[in-house]
């Protein structure tokens, strides 16, 4: 089995900055594409921002300028790191990996089970 774990939300003012940690682990062959989505009371999911295995990036507008995505290849993990948070940030923060399992020839997507992330104005 693989599970990708979160942590780092919580409540912040407006103006502060969150880092919000994921990390996969099972029996883990490979690890292309990782993301981070969020969904707002009321809305669809959207992509926030992501980052292949080479280390490429690409961010939703909204985000841009503020937020920076990372990895640790060597722990499986991806970061996002949220400055200068806004009321409009407020959503549950989903963490998302493309992974080949040891002896599985496919890639699956998995999800982790989502962090609250509140910004108060």
């Known amino acids: 089995q693989v599970q990708l774990v979160e942590s780092g939300g919580g409540l912040v003012q407006a103006g502060g900055s969150l880092r919000l940690s994921c990390a996969a682990s099972?029996?883990?062959?490979?690890?292309?594409?990782m993301g981070w989505y969020r969904q707002a009371p009321g809305k669809q999911r959207e992509l926030v921002a992501l980052i292949t295995s080479g280390g490429s990036t690409s961010y939703t507008d909204s985000v841009k300028g503020r937020f920076t995505i990372s990895r640790d290849n060597d722990k499986n993990t991806v970061y996002l790191q949220m400055n200068s948070l806004k009321p409009e940030d407020t959503a549950v923060y989903y963490c998302?990996?493309?992974?080949?399992?040891?002896?599985?020839?496919?890639?699956?997507?998995?999800w982790g089970q989502g962090t609250q992330v509140t910004v108060s104005s």
């Open positions: 099972g029996k883990i062959f490979s690890i292309n594409a």
């Open positions: 998302n990996a493309e992974i080949r399992r040891v002896g599985v020839s496919l890639l699956i997507n998995y």
